[in-house]
């Protein structure tokens, strides 16, 4: 059984799906063990006590470097036994080393179809602003392992999603969200806890 840990910053909409999963049976091979917010007040951190998971809280700011923030959040992952990360709308950049340590092990999904409206400054509302300005007919979502370059990991999935005449973002975000993020990212997940991805033609192994 592989122990998963979500970070988190905001509403928790992610991490609810891959709740939901859990309790439909829907994750093979692994369980929630723990919530990592770097915003005390996460509405995530309230859903996933009502889900009995445990939670913890690290904010950037309380460590004097990147490195730092980095060292004492793999100090905790180890410590609760952690086989896979998933960064579910985690606002705070991790660094190198980090991802490093985890290589193959940390899962994202990001509100467009990678290699599209991704990168630095591509977040949130900020996606779907930059599709509608651009004239997209399809946008979407993607599903990836995360490197020390923004967005830049190995792609695990990907699923488009229409692009309406009256879209506005927030409309867009909605759609994004049920038809492919929360559909790709438990699947993912799953996938990973069972020993099903890989990454360049080699089985991701599970630690």
């Known amino acids: 059984m592989v122990n998963i ?34 915003n005390p007040e996460a509405f995530a951190l309230i859903r996933a006590q009502k889900a009995g998971v445990e939670t ?26 952690i086989g896979l990360v998933v960064l579910a709308g985690f606002m705070t950049v991790l660094p190198d080393s980090f991802c ?16 599209s409206f991704c ?9 779907h602003e930059a599709a509608l300005k651009k004239g997209v007919k399809v946008s979407g979502a993607t599903v990836h392992f995360v490197s020390g370059v923004v967005d830049g990991g190995p792609i695990i999935a990907q699923k488009a999603v229409a ?13 994004v969200m049920t038809e492919a993020e929360w559909v790709l990212l438990p699947h993912a997940v799953s996938d990973f806890c069972a020993g099903r991805l890989t990454v360049d033609g080699a089985v991701v192994k599970v630690r």
């Open 163 to 175: 692009v309406l005449p009256d879209d506005t973002p927030e409309t867009l975000q909605k759609r």
């Open 56 to 81: 913890a809280v690290m904010r950037r700011r309380d460590y004097a470097s990147a490195e730092e923030y980095g060292a004492e959040l793999s100090a905790l992952l180890a410590e609760r036994q």
């Open 5 to 38: 840990a979500v970070l988190v910053s905001g509403g928790g909409t992610n991490l609810q799906a891959l709740i939901d999963a859990q309790q439909a049976g829907g994750i093979e091979d692994g369980r929630l063990a723990l919530v990592v917010s770097s």
């Open 100 to 115: 490093k340590a985890y290589e193959n092990r940390i899962i994202n999904v990001h509100p467009s179809l990678i290699p």
């Open 119 to 127: 990168g630095e400054g591509f977040y949130g509302l900020h996606v």
